[in-house]
T-cell receptor, first 110, second 114 residues
Framework: KNEVEQSPQNLTAQEGEFITINCSYS?????LHWLQQHPGGGIVSLFM?????KKHGRLIATINIQEKHSSLHITASHPRDSAVYIC????????????WGAGTKLIIKP | KAGVTQTPRYLIKTRGQQVTLSCSPI?????VSWYQQTPGQGLQFLFE???????NKGNFPGRFSGRQFSNSRSEMNVSTLELGDSALYLC?????????????FGPGTRLTVL
């Protein structure tokens, strides 16, 4: 079992829908990253959070430390949001290395 | 401030050859991490360099090596290439130091081994 699990693996939705991507982890963490990877490979960091909630534009990330769970939400989704979304956990005993989820491939249809 | 750059962007090699990939971090960043990404797999951590020293290492064979120069630029070398080495190789830079800092990724080098 992977230490960081994402669900769903693939998600297809219509433009405008509210999107939720989940990330569960089994280790103690000090922070959790959400990143976005567009076709072509470039990765962009969206959020790094260790508690509560962060919002940037239409993106919202939440984390529940007790439940070892984080979610990434996209409101009013748009085709340009189509990408792979990856969560990565900074484990407490990892010497600052990230444990990566396998990613969620999101496709937003117009 | 310029982002992380990687060269070359695309590379085709044959089995048994060796390859060197280059990564220039964001100015002021002293840590460079390397990752391998194969289709359908998550990012696999190769190694991290900080101040010219390898600080962390993933579970890759010795054919994968790296180094970092005094200007923080880093190179990754893969010797005796195998078909399974075909992948997107990403580097990420961060400030480094004693605390974790956010990583910023380059565009990647796509290596194809024939």
């Amino acid at each position: 079992k992977n230490e960081v699990e994402q669900s769903p693996q693939n998600l297809t939705a219509q433009e405008g829908e509210f999107i939720t991507i989940n990330c569960s982890y089994s280790v103690g963490i000090s922070a959790l990253h959400w990143l976005q990877q567009h076709p072509g490979g470039g990765i962009v960091s969206l959020f790094m959070l260790s508690s509560g909630k962060k919002k940037h534009g239409r993106l919202i990330a939440t984390i529940n430390i007790q439940e070892k769970h984080s979610s990434l939400h996209i409101t009013a989704s748009h085709p340009r949001d189509s990408a792979v979304y990856i969560c990565a956990a900074l484990a407490m005993d990892s010497n600052y290395q990230l444990i990566w989820g396998a990613g969620t491939k999101l496709i937003i249809k117009p | 401030k310029a982002g992380v750059t990687q060269t070359p962007r695309y590379l085709i090699k044959t089995r048994g050859q060796q390859v060197t990939l280059s990564c220039s971090p964001i100015s002021g960043h002293r840590s460079v991490s390397w990752y391998q990404q194969t289709p359908g797999q998550g990012l696999q951590f190769l190694f991290e360099y900080f101040s010219e020293t390898q600080r962390n290492k993933g579970n890759f064979p010795g054919r994968f090596s790296g180094r970092q120069f005094s200007n923080s630029r880093s190179e990754m070398n893969v010797s005796t290439l195998e078909l399974g080495d075909s992948a997107l190789y990403l580097c990420a830079s961060s400030l480094g130091g004693s605390n974790y800092n956010e990583q910023f990724f380059g565009p990647g080098t796509r290596l194809t081994v024939l």
